[in-house]
């Protein structure tokens, strides 16, 4: 179970990371973020069978810090709507060098 | 006075520092937010944090001189390597405070939440130089990290600052992934999250051809890299920095810098020194490209944020000559190169806000033509922050000592870094082509009839300006208290693996001095 486990996570994590990198709707990066976060939370319970309880309280750890990411994330994602009026990040292009 | 951080009582009292200053943190954002927003209420809560900062650097300090000392084992260190970091972070936290009292009263930014925001993620970098367990480090960086994706954004009526903010974000949630997963694989190779027994069972069964040991050091390099902006993981970097309000961009560049790269060098000597034949290839490049592409693009910036924000990522590959060094002495250069670029930094950015117009329109080179004759002592500081950055003797002040010890701990390393010592050298060479451009503007560049009068700039803001160059400048001279410091403030690796060059050199007593 636990190579399955890792593998799975595995893949998991590279879905996440090929969407962050390949699409341009923040919304959608962000989703893939909380994919990768996920897929780690997997790997950690996965190994947590092996090496005991702390792997499972690293995942409640990362389950609360994502959720305060997460309510800081959408606010920025808000206050750059309300300039542009989209959260395409093509759109988004006033910095630049 | 030893502490046993194993035990609850030992463990709070190794945390008084950064407990204070999340109470008195806590204590601001009540007071922020009992009164409605106000330019004055913004300045009184400002006023209180600068406090706060004051009294928790009086607790380090008390630390420091009690030579409070922990057993190895625990979750967090009570050494002078987490202390010195702490005054680092703390002295960047103070300037930035300061500087931004002036620039929100000028910008119009109401917001006295800031100066809370700003306390907060210092609380996080605290953690992060006393971590001694990756959970610890990751909740550090979170800390941190969340609350500077807030401030990048606290400008709500600039779409820059939003722009900023959202890029900042997504690449740090982003690289903050990739830290995370590093971490659960180096996890599931030692079977611990504490840097001290992963040490021990990395160097014990000689994991270093372990290929999920190496994955996670590989992740976590990623994930430090985004962290410390070194190329090529710098790609936000500039466009961050430029968007940010300027006091926050200084913040960034100097104490959100140096937390990440403090917990990186406990984390690379401390757990991984018993691989180090294994990343040391890989840390290597990351400092020479980084060290060649953040120089040269910087030669080409014409707006000032930007052109610190390249020269940041340069120095960040600086830093990691240090690094790749290994040794106690490269340790101890990179505390001193931290504290003397984070000076010349804030300061910096600091005379940007001084002479910044509002809306943060006049932010070219060019703007600062003429500064000579305009404001003659602003224009000395700010050659003193530039030469600094470059590392100029003398008038450079401890930017010079800082170079030459980095330089010193690499070639005095086991294994002497000479290819990337001439690279420091040659990639130093080619910095002076911008730096020196900015000097040069100030001096000899007429000020042009239709430019805007200059604003008055702010009592905090010139004090704090004239206190970094007077620093800089001092230290240069007298540099044995704060070498001395530095020297005993060094990360020791855990482990006796032969592999771990750490263990053989250590920076003799004399050596230090012959800087000058």
């Given amino acids: 179970m636990l190579a399955e486990s890792l593998a799975l996570s595995a893949v998991l994590f590279s879905i996440g990371a090929i969407g962050v990198l390949t699409r341009r709707n923040a919304i959608v990066i962000f989703m893939c973020v909380e994919l990768m976060l996920n897929a780690v939370n997997l790997t950690f319970v996965a190994l947590s069978k092996v090496y005991g309880m702390a792997g499972q309280v690293f995942v409640i750890f990362v389950m609360t810090v994502a959720a305060a990411e997460a309510a800081v994330g959408l606010a920025i994602i808000i206050a750059i709507f309300r300039h542009k009026q989209t959260v395409n990040l093509e759109n988004i292009n006033l910095l630049k060098g | ?516």
């Fill in chain 2, 1 to 516: 006075m030893p502490i046993d951080v194993t035990l609850p009582g030992g463990l709070t009292l190794a945390l008084v520092p950064d407990l204070i200053l999340m109470a008195g943190a806590m204590v601001l954002m009540l007071w922020s937010a009992w009164r409605p927003d106000s330019a004055s209420h913004q300045r009184s809560v400002g006023i209180g944090a600068l406090v706060v900062t004051l009294i928790t650097t009086a607790a380090v300090i008390w630390f420091v001189a009690s030579g409070a000392a922990a057993k190895q084992g625990g979750i967090v260190a009570v050494d002078s390597f987490r202390w010195a970091a702490d005054l680092i972070f703390l002295l960047a936290t103070f300037i930035a405070i300061a500087i931004s009292i002036d620039y929100n009263t000028r910008e119009g930014i109401d917001a006295p939440e800031l100066h809370v925001l700003v306390l907060f993620a210092t609380s996080g970098m605290m953690i992060l130089a006393a971590a001694r367990d990756l959970m610890i480090i990751f909740l550090g960086i979170e800390l941190m990290s969340i609350a500077v994706y807030v401030l990048a954004g606290l400008n709500r009526r600039s779409a820059r600052s939003a722009e900023a903010a959202i890029k900042y974000f997504l690449l740090g949630a982003f690289s903050t992934a990739f830290l995370l997963y590093g971490i659960a694989l180096v996890y599931g190779a030692t079977g611990s999250t504490n840097l001290a027994v992963i040490g021990e069972t990395v160097a014990k069964y000689r994991l270093g051809d372990s290929p999920m040991l190496l994955a996670g050091i590989a992740l976590l390099l990623v994930g430090f890299g985004f962290k410390v902006a070194a190329a090529p993981f710098h790609m936000w970097t500039p466009d961050v920095y430029e968007g940010a309000p300027t006091p926050i961009t200084g913040y960034m560049a100097a104490a959100v810098k140096a937390a990440a790269f403090a917990a990186f060098l406990r984390v690379w000597i401390e757990g991984f020194s018993g691989a180090y034949l294994r990343w040391h290839l890989a840390v290597w490049w990351l400092a020479a490209i980084t060290m060649v592409l953040g120089n040269v693009v910087a030669l080409a910036q014409q707006n000032l944020k930007r052109l610190l924000a390249y020269s940041s990522i340069a120095h960040s590959g600086f830093v990691l000559v240090a690094l790749v060094a290994g040794t106690p002495a490269g340790s101890s250069a990179f505390l001193f190169y931290l504290f003397a670029y984070t000076l010349a930094t804030m300061g910096a950015f600091a005379v940007i806000v001084a002479l910044g117009q509002p809306g943060e329109s006049d932010l070219t080179i060019d703007s600062y033509s003429g500064l000579w004759n305009d404001r003659p002592w602003m224009a000395a500081a700010m050659t003193v922050f530039m030469l600094a950055l470059l590392g100029f003797p003398i008038v450079g002040g401890i930017g010079f000592l800082a170079k030459w010890y980095v330089l010193q701990a690499a070639l005095q390393a086991p294994a002497p870094q000479f290819k990337l010592a001439t690279l420091l050298v040659i990639t130093t060479t080619i910095s002076a082509g911008y730096y020196l451009q900015v000097v040069r503007v100030m001096y000899m560049k007429p000020r042009p009839a239709n430019a805007p009068a200059r604003l008055p700039a702010g009592r905090l803001t010139q004090i704090v300006i004239g206190a970094a160059a007077i620093l800089i400048v001092a230290l240069g001279l007298f540099p044995d208290s704060i070498a001395g410091f530095a020297q005993r403030s060094v990360a020791q690796p855990t482990t006796t693996a032969p592999a771990a060059p750490g263990r053989m050199a250590v920076m003799s007593p004399g050596s230090a001095g012959a800087g000058r």
